[in-house]
């Protein structure tokens, strides 16, 4: 309309119908018509050149035009080729002049386009930030950070990434609220960020804020809520709630279809996750359909993007269940030619591309060549600068382990059963290490499980030691390994709470940590009480509170760590207690303690005595079985007469009941307690996983006709306590014979 309106004045190269098709250009580039955009651009730079000349700072417009068009087709090189014309006609302005900003992140966002060049991309962000800076444009700098952000998260070093995304946030939220389309992009990219990391609690944080401003934003069709929908849908799926996961990325799969995005790298990521879901929920024909759609996207269009390996990594591993490993090993070559050929062989996705190769080799028991492969993982990676490679690490430190405990059992030479230790130590300590990096409790809890089967190989490895070299040296370092898996989440709370009390900490900060640990639990009760209640839909509100609190408080602690050594001294004073310090300062002669590993298939019982009944000097027994394959159904049977109510004191339940119990108690007492010296009349039980809801005070023998009243239960015989973790009831011990200096209470 404005264009018919110019025209009518009679000059068809009027300098404003130039502006006007400049215009028509930036919009028709926003809206992935960029061959449409170049029209309208190059007929604006005509008239400008019409008008001005050619160095005229106004045909610097058209020229910048031309460039995000070009870098929207993919034409990188034209893309540079213009900004630079750009530069030079704006070369008469100031040097803080903003526009020079605005050209720097053009060049940086074409460098990125271009193979191998994100260190050069790096470089012109940085240039940016420094103009946008200076000129005094804060929306410029947090552009800026978003495009470093995203830089540093296609090369995987994630920290720095969500290190740049945080900063851009801080900036744009007061700036322009929260409700802008930039910072929903840096809610989703942080979103997307912790949750491959494992730190769930904090991608749900994110994506429940998106979630928020997306629906106030955007129409359900908006391509930014669809992402949202996939983060969420993702989510979901590490949680293991398969169905909820499906919901979230089926209705980003229709936010897709109805913006007209079908055949997009938008569609292909959201397959994958379909793909994954249905993987996890055991439904591989389904899997192997999504995956399928998915590659014929990437393969023509997007072989390069770094979301194509997913999807060929998760054919592969599928493949490699079905022991088609050879089929397997081809998907991975042909993703890994493409990986390296576009981005270098020290890109992150290649050391998890390699571990699947090592995997493949695994599982075809080819030991020899699955080292190989975990070898070149951490030969190339282990100096990688980032977080985002320690479970790549972790898991080949694994593999490797697991291999050489194999190799074993082929050569009877005990060096690979020590190397294998040595792994798997190394594998449990980067565990431990990404674990202290999340902020809260349940991402600690749900990384946990990484460690357990890590912890469960470590003792495998050791009862084959065990038994070709039996040794109560090795006893106690089995003993150990199972600690390892309870103790040091639990005691690093314990010990911030006690550094608290006796650090010397100011009392201004004191006041400041119980107004935050509060104000938490009253949106925790507040949740509670309302759960069920119309103000149930506050609880998204409240839980974003929460989080809020919680990372205040996790910024008071980290600067207490800085300012205040001691209390960082005594926060991670973690080092664990053997299982000779447990005995001499926690037993007495009357005093045994029963440690449980539960692992996926097998169960160990430590039992730890403070005399040996034998005189043998022995005071510390293992006990290995295979986990019963009804272990699980037996145990759930007797928790159901314990707590449902429906159930009744029948001679049938009595029954049922008294074989359950005997079946539990053989399992996994009477071994133990067949080598207790008769003065022994005080049990510890440290139970691990399902255990800790087992009542071992009912476990007892079936002998004669058995009935609730007159039944053998484990309590007539001991008394029972019970501990989270021989280190952690030592810890609590010593607490409560020390003195708290001055601290005063009220």
Known sequence: AALRFLKKLGNPNHSKIGSVYSQMGFIHCGSSRPDSGIISHLESLRISVENFGENDWRVGFPYVGLCECYIEKGDFEKAIEYVHKALAVFSSFHPDNEMFGRCYIYIGRAYRGIKFQEDEAIKWFEKAVDNFKRADRPLGVADAYMNLGICYKEKKYDDQAIAYFEKALEILVPVMSEFDMSVSLAYQLLGELYLKHGDLDRAYYYYQKDLVLTDSLFSQGHPLVGNTYWGLGNYFLAKGDYSTARQWLLRSAESVIRFGETGSLVEARTLVSL?????????????????????????????????????????????????????????????????????????????????????????????????????????????????SILPVLASAHRGKGNCLSHQFDRTGNEVDLAKAQQEFQAAFDLVEKIQATFQEETSKQDLMAANIAIVENALAALEKRMEKSPSENLAAEAFSWAEKAKARTLLEGLNENFAFAVAGIPDSLLRSESHLKADISVLQKRIFDHRNSLDSILIPTWNALIFDKKRDMNRLVKDLEKKHPEFARIKYNLSSAGAPEIQNRLLDPATALLEYFLGDSSIYIFTLTKNDPNGSGQTLRLDHLPKPKEFDAVWENLRTYLTDAGFRSTEFVMDSFAEASAKLYDWLLAAPLASLDPAVKNLIIVPDGALGYLPFDLLGKANGQPNFKTFDYLLRHFNLSYAYSANLLLEQSQRAAEPLGDLQLF
């Open 275 to 387: 793909g994954n879901c249905a993987r996890d929920a055991g439904e591989q024909k389904a899997a192997f359909e999504y995956y399928d759609q998915a590659l014929k996207i990437f393969v023509p269009n997007y072989a390069a993007s770094p979301l194509a390996p997913e999807c060929f990594l998760n054919i592969a591993r599928l493949l490699t269940q079905q022991k088609q490993y050879e089929q397997a090993r081809g998907y991975l070559a042909d993703i890994l030619e493409k990986v390296i050929a576009h981005r270098g062989q020290n890109y992150g996705t290649v050391a998890e591309l390699w571990s699947a190769v090592g995997d493949t080799y695994f599982q075809e028991r080819n030991y020899e060549k699955a080292i190989g492969w975990y070898e070149r993982v951490l030969t190339f990676f282990s100096n990688f600068d980032d977080s």
